[in-house]
């Protein structure tokens, strides 16, 4: 039996939006106030009752965002923009959410714009804009020429004018009753005026778009695009919080080919990164995918076995300052690289680029495969800045690792591997054994403490856990021990009665492929026949504090997803089903979970493999 499900080529259909289509509409209203007090900026912009404005024939702004832009025609005119709305602040209106339209709101008004409304109504849509403050942009030291207003939502844009005024003067505008363009052209711009300085980072005073500046005191004082992050202190400013524990998945891209994994650099909370196994890093920047790759080197990976392919990605603690990333391929025949041999290489980026050096690969280390399954394949930065990297026991024809990989002190096979990376090639260390395809683990980025999800051979699949500190010579019990149950290496459907548990660190959960196979009891049964775990992190983010603290788990075969919070006893605490509240709706579904991933502000994402139709990835957001 071949425990861990084969990634099978599926047909990749190329989810897009619709085709460019301008929307026209006639502005109700508009007020722009800039008066000496910043804090006290206004705008206002509405338009109702207008049947150009239909959101069921729009894309989701809860997936791609959306953006605004509010600019004067004339030289020395006011501008905002363009704005990015960030996809994690919509919500779907009506029942079911998004039938009725979409509602954006920041109650810290970081770019300035408190609230959006998108909706459908019976007589026409409304589209309504508010916001202000210091971080609102447009400026107005004269009368203005006619004022554009834009809304677009992935290809399709909407767009008023206001040409006459109520009031027009230094400080404040107001308009009403503007008549609909005949298209949403944007005209050749007029000669810029010089552009003002940037405001210096550091200098003390907030600036721009700055939210705060301390003139550098303290480390990790930017909290904001023009201030970029100096460190993970400062990630949460300024983002709205949500009590309770209600949560709900919002689609975050498609049209991925088959997406093995997601996550983000740590200073870095306006971009995403998703694998791609075939050999592509995707990019969402602002929350649209971008249609070029970050890194692109499917020439050298080997995806033709069944878990085979670029299987993870890692950026170094110092992205910021040295571009250095770390990923783990399946490679093709390459010199002394086999086919198939597992590859941990690092590549350069300009760290504000957008796409990677293909060509500054270097090879940190490679480990000899006896067969394509059973790769691991996860790198991950550990607490104390070391390189981890999980490999499985080889995964020999018949399974149960008759050669005793694992448990073998003198193979890589079986292995949770601590690197230094500070010099390549590197030479990898043991950190822990007895594991057998440790596909996700993963740190708690508050607590330091592991997580490992080791994929069983017939009968069960198991979650392991070390607290903090976490020390080398962990042995996790492959192949002597599956799940919590001895293994017996002549019968893998049958569990022994005992055997050499000494020194081995049990799971704190496990659970049955079939309630009525061998040996499955208690709290083995609880949970979906399953066939594959699919581990994944526990939640730090900065949106639902209550939900702080809850390991997120899934399996490739049977979709559920669940989260328990602690250990007590030796055993997971608080068990808690989640796949109902994550089901996305709408004519998608949740399929084959292959993993969970973090961004910068330590939310949580789901990539799923698929069923037949294109990959996904899905954010766990506030639930309604």
Same mark, same amino acid.
């Given at each position: ?5 084969? =990634? ?37 912009? /509405? ?6 404005? $239909? ?12 953006? =605004?832009?509010?600019?004067?025609? %004339? ?9 990015? =709305? ?19 709101? $920041?109650? @810290? *008004? ?8 998108? *909706?459908?109504?019976? *007589?026409?849509?409304? =589209? ?43 400080? /404040?505008? +107001? ?43 303290? +480390? ?8 970029q992050l100096e460190n993970t202190s400062a990630v949460c400013a300024g983002i709205p919080t949500v009590s309770g524990t209600a949560i709900k998945s919002v689609l975050v891209a498609s049209g991925l080919a088959h997406p093995v994994y997601v996550t983000a650099p740590p200073l870095d909370p306006y971009r995403l990164f998703i694998v791609e196994q075939p050999g592509r890093i995707r990019l969402v920047k602002n929350g649209v995918l971008q249609t070029s790759a970050f890194l692109d080197i499917r020439s050298k990976v080997e995806s033709g076995g069944e878990e085979q392919g670029l299987l993870s990605v890692a ?34 980026? %300009? ?8 060509? @500054? ?28 990297? +999980? ?42 054994? #007895? ?8 740190? $708690?980025?508050?607590? #330091? ?27 996790? #019990?492959? %192949? &002597? ?11 893998? %459907? ?21 309630? @009525? ?22 939640? /730090? ?19 559920? &997803? *669940? ?13 808690? $089903? ?8 709408? #004519?998608?579904? &949740?399929?084959?979970?292959? +993993? ?29």
């Amino acid at each position: 039996m071949n425990p861990h499900p084969s =990634l099978l080529a599926l047909a990749l259909g190329l989810a897009s939006a619709a085709l460019a289509t301008d929307h026209p509409i006639a502005g109700g209203s508009l007020v722009l106030r800039d008066p000496v007090d910043a804090p006290t900026r206004k705008v206002r912009f /509405r338009a109702t009752q207008d049947p150009a404005i $239909d959101p069921s024939q729009a894309a989701d702004p809860r997936a791609l965002g959306a953006t =605004l832009e509010i600019a004067g025609k %004339n030289p020395g005119d006011g501008t905002a923009g363009p704005i990015a =709305l960030d996809p994690m602040l919509w919500t779907g209106l009506g029942h079911p959410p998004g039938s009725r339209g979409y509602r954006y709101f $920041d109650r @810290s *008004r970081s770019n300035g714009v408190r609230k959006v409304v998108f *909706r459908s109504r019976r *007589r026409g849509g409304t =589209l309504a804009v508010s916001g202000g403050g210091s971080a609102w942009s447009y400026r107005i030291t004269q009368a203005q020429g006619p004022i554009d207003v834009r809304f677009t939502l992935g290809t399709d844009v909407y767009c008023a004018v206001f040409v006459s005024f109520r009031r027009n003067q230094a400080g /404040r505008v +107001s308009a009403k009753d503007a008549t609909a363009p005949p298209d949403c052209a944007v005209p050749p711009p007029a000669p810029p005026l010089p552009p003002p300085p940037p405001p210096p980072c550091g200098n003390g005073v907030v600036e721009g778009t700055e939210e705060c500046d301390d003139h550098n005191t303290v +480390s990790g004082d930017g909290c904001s695009a023009t201030c970029q992050l100096e460190n993970t202190s400062a990630v949460c400013a300024g983002i709205p919080t949500v009590s309770g524990t209600a949560i709900k998945s919002v689609l975050v891209a498609s049209g991925l080919a088959h997406p093995v994994y997601v996550t983000a650099p740590p200073l870095d909370p306006y971009r995403l990164f998703i694998v791609e196994q075939p050999g592509r890093i995707r990019l969402v920047k602002n929350g649209v995918l971008q249609t070029s790759a970050f890194l692109d080197i499917r020439s050298k990976v080997e995806s033709g076995g069944e878990e085979q392919g670029l299987l993870s990605v890692a950026f170094h603690p110092d992205f910021e300052a040295n571009g250095f990333f770390y990923v783990n391929y399946t490679s093709k025949p390459n010199g002394p690289i086999a086919d198939g041999d597992n590859v941990v290489a690092r590549y350069h980026a %300009n760290p504000a680029s957008d796409q990677a050096d293909p060509l @500054s690969e270097q090879v940190a280390f490679s480990v000899p495969r006896p067969a394509s399954i059973h790769n691991g394949g996860l790198n991950l930065f550990g607490p104390d800045g070391m390189l981890y990297v +999980s490999v499985g026991d080889g995964g020999r024809a018949g399974g149960g690792d008759p050669t005793g990989n694992a448990q073998n002190d003198a193979s890589d096979l079986g292995k949770l591997l601590r690197v230094d990376v500070s010099t390549l090639p590197a030479a990898p260390a043991h950190f822990a054994k #007895g594991l057998r395809n440790p596909w996700r683990y993963s740190f $708690d980025r508050a607590t #330091g403490d592991l997580y490992v999800a080791d994929v069983g051979q017939n009968l069960f699949e198991e979650i392991d856990f070390v607290p903090a500190p976490v020390a080398s010579g962990v042995n996790f #019990g492959w %192949n &002597i021990m599956e799940g919590r149950h001895c293994f017996n290496t002549a019968d893998f %459907n049958t569990p022994l009665a005992s055997c050499a548990m000494t020194g081995l660190t049990l799971p704190v959960l496990d659970y049955c492929h079939s309630t @009525s196979q061998n040996g499955c009891s208690g709290a083995e049964t609880t949970h979906p026949a399953g066939c594959a775990i699919t581990g994944g992190f526990v939640y /730090r983010g900065c949106r639902m504090p209550d939900l702080r603290g809850r390991y997120f788990y899934s399996d490739f075969c049977a979709a559920f &997803i *669940r989260s328990f919070k602690g250990v007590s006893g030796g055993d997971a605490q608080d068990v808690q $089903d989640h796949t109902a509240a994550l089901a996305p709706g709408g #004519g998608r579904s &949740i399929d084959n979970v292959t +993993s969970f991933g973090e961004d910068a502000r330590g939310e949580l994402y789901i990539t799923d493999w698929g069923s037949g139709s294109d990959g996904e990835v899905y954010a766990i957001v506030p639930g309604p």
